[in-house]
């Protein structure tokens, strides 16, 4: 008999060990040292790509995104940037943080944190870390009160030097809580604690300020407590801790699988097999990865742990029949080839499958997450190859003598008689015996399942990536009771009207000005005065001039004539200037107290929201500037009632030791303003809900006055809401493009578009029961269960791959579903069984992580393969029980090209794959791919009825106890598979 493809690479691969073990080993080490020499040695490698890593989820998205540029870019207009938050809390003491020896250490450490600066690294000389001048603290903002009379204001440092005495101290709090935008941001409101801002260069400098801190803070004793926090700390230190905790977690995890393993088949040596080719697997996939150019992000850091125990699947399957069978033989290449001549469709398929499951996340529109699905693509596929090159290889290197008592007993047709082995037989019968019992239960747990997927909450957040006790979290969760909130939220608001040419400006400006002269009457010659002016306004169609240097040139000409002008006309002059004065601030918007009152309201709203916990912005620093030069009073904390008003506590606040703080605020054109939002939560389903909060004021209300606002976001916290929206939106489309895909490869492989349907079924009721549980217990949906989505994807079909080709294939030599169960329920199921235990059991050491992303990998990955196991096991033989006389049938209709149903529906779903994946590439939208795919179905299904009515669809094919011999069935299967 002619051996099929795996057979015939068992045998090469046994006749050539050596030559596949260096093919393998040359390989491994070529990409390792591409990847390595120019990241240990990038001078003398200059032209290989060295190690690059970036965990900044930030650039989850493109750096082209629409939302990443506009962030960039009000960080740069308004000269903003990310900080890290240290708060500093005293509980025991009756006055909290605001005594004399708590104050001086939250001086002592301010003044360590304006010298957190190093070298840049380049030719510039420039350094980076902490921005000094921004920074928020007691010592270094302003303490604003009136001067020794009203209409002056007085600006002084809030505490200059650590006081002396708790009357000093208490002085500092009294003065803080005065003003509004520091009271809950630099102190809280019962003064237990205190908040200082560090603003950094970078981001990416967060994990070493943060070190630093902790090094200093070290050395102070007393009762504070230090808390550092910030989505900037949390994001950047995540990262440090993933790659030490992915060095000590894979391992580990390898270990546990590999002590089962050995647990199961009692033999080191041959163990060590699998292990070796996991390693390899990583060691190329990684390379390559470094090699090519990509950095190592987030979610490829993850790729190891994904990668190693996909690489020992199918090598479980090979050393589970390797172990049954040898001892038939005790020759170990002839075992070994005729394992690899029926494994070798059922591992091929799994492992396309699980390729095409993780390829899929090549169309999700997050960078990172593509390079992840390609590359983890990769890493699967060369499990594969050298699962079924080196495994066979790798034994023939084993004596003989090492085997001698190695694999299960036989005795004739007896099967033995483990503890697995009788479970799996009860399995068996039960199976057959109630299937329809079975079946009830499972449509009841899928019932459940979906009423959970309905409640699954998509939710994510950089802090949660921690263990409730680790530090970050500690100091989120305790800041955030004390405090207006830690995470940084920004609101853009500019004029909404369109701003039009120059040319219009100035015609209107000419009206403008016409009209205020004609309404003048009590000023002589006033309408002769601004005609002059509205003449001289006049400007060419084509002119872009802006609008400021055109009242710039008119006040110069108006100010030169109240000097100049007969005395008759300076009246009507000084009346000219401060027309033009007004007309100025029709521009600056933000100087009209309608539009600060709109501001104030939009805030109420926002606390109200109950998740903002404090808002400043330009209305705040008006009114608190207002009230010092009205009288000091609360009752003057309030809006002045011109545009005057407002620009005169502007200059005032200019006078102040920060003056730069105002251009956080507003521009200086005064056209543009933002809002500064601290949450409480940096939750993104949080984020959305003020999102939607603003969305609805906006809408509701139609703005100040005559000025119509438009808003905007940005900021990390809004960051993290966008590009998780595209990841749960990607990897939907990318699962559903998937799953028809190995349906498609499905019916492929069984040639009927019903086994296609049933191979699906045990991966359809994995996923709903797992995701269907994250509902139920609440678990986020967050960026490790979207992943896990693609995982479940492909490990969840696998099982169900080898239990449908191992019952086809006993099928034929017994004829009936009856006297099938019993030889399928054993190696097969065993192999199953031993494979989802192995790697599923394996998995969950990851528990012990102190980073959540892992936890959940762990956790899920071992709930998907012992899931995916015991569905295949129960639901898929209750169906054929159920359904033997259409999944057996005894002509032709079986075959893909046969069966009418099966035709159409496998064309439906190419198509359906093409329409899911090009769509959203399609510039002619839904509609048009709508009826363009309704064309080609009636097309397809036309072709599909004519090729099932053909003569050879409808030939008998005989099966053993129905009319035809075991050879006639085999020559038939035989010339089914030559069929095209």
């Given at each position: 008999m002619k051996n099929n493809p795996g057979g015939l690479i068992a045998r090469f691969c046994t006749r050539h060990p050596r030559a596949v073990t260096l093919l393998m080993v040359k390989l491994a080490l070529l990409l390792a040292l591409l990847a390595a020499l120019p990241t240990l040695w990038p001078e003398q490698f200059t032209g290989l790509a060295p190690l690059k890593v970036d965990t900044d989820p930030e650039n989850m998205l493109p750096k082209d995104a629409e939302v990443r540029v506009y962030h960039d870019r009000m960080k740069e207009t308004m000269s903003l940037n990310d900080m890290v938050v240290v708060g500093v809390v005293n509980e025991q003491d009756p006055d909290g943080v605001f005594n004399p020896d708590s104050l001086?250490?939250?001086?002592?450490?301010?003044?360590?944190a304006k010298g957190l600066r190093w070298p840049a690294g380049d030719a510039t000389n420039e350094t980076v870390g902490v921005v000094p001048i921004d920074i928020i603290a007691p010592s270094t903002v302003d303490n604003i009160e009136q001067g020794e009379q009203p209409g002056v204001v007085r600006f002084e440092w809030l505490m200059q030097e650590p006081p002396a005495t708790r009357e000093e101290a208490r002085a500092i709090r009294e003065r803080a809580q005065d003003i509004p935008f520091l009271n809950g941001t630099l102190l809280s409101s019962d003064g237990k604690a205190v908040a200082l801002y560090l603003p950094l260069t970078s981001k990416d400098m967060s994990s070493r300020v943060y070190d630093a801190l902790q090094e200093k803070i070290a050395t102070f004793d007393g009762p504070e407590q230090y808390h550092i926090t910030g989505l900037p700390v949390a994001e950047d230190v995540f990262g440090v801790e993933m790659f030490k905790q992915m060095?000590?977690?894979a391992p580990l995890a390898m270990l546990i699988i590999f002590l089962l393993m050995w647990f199961f088949f009692r033999k080191i040596t041959l163990i060590i097999s699998p292990m070796i080719v996991a390693v390899v697997c990583v060691i190329m996939t990684m390379g390559l990865l470094v090699a090519t150019g990509n950095t190592v992000h987030i979610m490829s850091s993850m790729i190891p742990v994904f990668i190693m125990p996909i690489a020992v699947l199918d090598a479980v399957h090979i050393l589970s029949e390797f172990f049954d069978r040898y001892q038939e033989t005790r020759d170990r290449e002839t075992t070994i080839t005729r394992v690899m001549d029926s494994l070798f469709v059922p591992m091929l398929y799994t492992s396309i499958t699980t390729a095409v499951g993780f390829g899929s996340l090549a169309l999700v529109p997050i960078p990172p997450v593509q390079v992840f699905g390609i590359f983890v693509s990769f890493g699967v596929l060369m499990a594969w190859l050298w699962t079924i090159t080196f495994i066979p290889a790798y034994i023939m290197f084993l004596k003989p003598?090492?085997?001698?008592?190695?694999?299960?007993?036989?005795?004739?047709?007896?099967?033995?008689?483990?503890?697995?082995?009788?479970?799996?037989?009860?399995?068996g019968r039960a199976t057959f015996r109630y299937a329809k019992p079975v079946l009830a239960g499972?449509?009841?747990l899928s019932a459940v399942a979906v009423y959970g997927i309905s409640q699954i909450r998509i939710n994510d957040n950089p802090i949660r990536w921690f263990n409730r006790a680790h530090p970050i979290r500690v100091a989120d969760r305790v800041l955030n009771e004390h405090f207006g909130g830690t995470y940084m939220a920004y609101l853009t608001l500019e004029p909404g009207e369109a701003a039009g040419t120059t040319a219009d400006y100035a015609a209107g400006l000419q009206e403008r000005l016409r009209e205020k002269g004609a309404s003048l009457k009590d000023i002589p010659q006033s309408e002769k005065v601004f005609e002059e002016l509205a003449r001289r306004a006049s400007v060419g169609p084509e002119a872009t001039q802006p609008r400021a240097q055109l009242l710039d040139r008119l006040e110069k000409h108006a100010d030169e004539q109240l000097f100049g002008a007969p005395e008759a006309q300076m009246e009507a002059w000084d009346a000219a200037l401060s027309f033009l004065a007004k007309e100025r601030g029709r521009d600056q918007v933000f100087k009209q107290p309608e539009v600060l009152a709109f501001i104030d309201r939009l805030k109420a709203h926002l606390l109200d929201t109950g998740i903002v916990g404090e808002v400043n912005s330009l209305s705040t620093i008006v009114k608190t500037v207002y009230?010092?030069?009205?009288?000091?009073?609360?009752e003057d904390y309030r809006l002045p009632d011109s545009s005057g008003g407002v620009a005169q506590t502007l200059l005032q606040y200019q006078n102040s030791h920060r003056p730069q703080d105002l251009w956080h605020f507003v521009t200086p054109d005064y056209r543009t303003s933002v809002l500064w939002l601290q949450l409480r939560s940096g939750d993104n389903r949080d984020m959305e809900k003020v999102v939607h909060a603003v969305d609805a004021f906006m809408k509701e209300h139609d703005g100040p006055g005559s000025v119509r606002l438009r808003h905007r976001w940005f900021g990390l916290t809004h960051i993290n809401v966008v590009w998780q929206d595209r990841m749960v939106s990607g990897m939907l489309q990318a699962f559903l493009g998937s799953f028809l895909i190995v349906f498609l490869?499905?019916?492929?492989l069984y040639r009927s578009a019903l086994w296609g349907l049933l191979s699906m079924v045990p991966l359809t009721v994995t996923i709903a029961l797992i995701y269907g549980a994250i509902g139920l217990i609440g678990k986020d949906y967050d960026m490790p269960v979207a992943v896990l989505s693609a995982l479940s994807l492909g490990l969840a079909v696998d099982y169900a791959i080898h239990f449908l080709s191992r019952s086809r294939a006993i099928y034929l030599e017994h004829g009936s579903w009856a006297d099938t169960a019993g030889p399928v329920f054993g190696e097969p199921a065993r192999a199953i069984t031993r494979n989802a235990i192995v790697i599923g059991v394996g998995f969950l050491p990851l528990l012990a992580a102190p980073l959540v992303p892992y936890k959940t990998v762990g956790v899920f990955i071992a709930a998907i393969l012992l899931t995916a196991g015991l569905a295949s096991l129960l639901i898929l033989p209750a169906l054929i029980t159920l359904l033997e006389r259409l999944l057996f049938p005894r002509t032709r209709k079986s075959m893909m090209a046969c069966h009418c149903g099966t035709c159409f529906v496998t064309s439906l779903a190419v198509l359906a794959v093409v329409v899911i994946n090009l769509a959203r590439f399609l510039k002619?939208?839904?509609?048009?791919?709508?009826w363009v795919s309704l064309v080609i179905v009636l097309i397809l299904a036309q072709a599909c009825y004519w090729i099932s009515r053909t003569e050879r669809c409808t030939e008998e094919v005989p099966v053993p106890g129905h009319g035809g011999t075991e050879d006639d069935l085999k020559?038939?299967?035989t010339n089914e598979e030559r069929e095209p």
């Open positions: 001086r250490r939250v001086y002592e450490l301010t003044e360590y060095a000590i977690s003598s090492s085997l001698e008592n190695f694999g299960a007993v036989h005795h004739g047709e007896q099967e033995h008689q483990g503890a697995l082995s009788r479970v799996l037989r009860k399995t499972v449509v009841v009230r010092e030069l009205q009288s000091g009073r609360e490869m499905m019916t492929i002619g939208g839904w509609t048009a791919t709508t020559q038939s299967a």
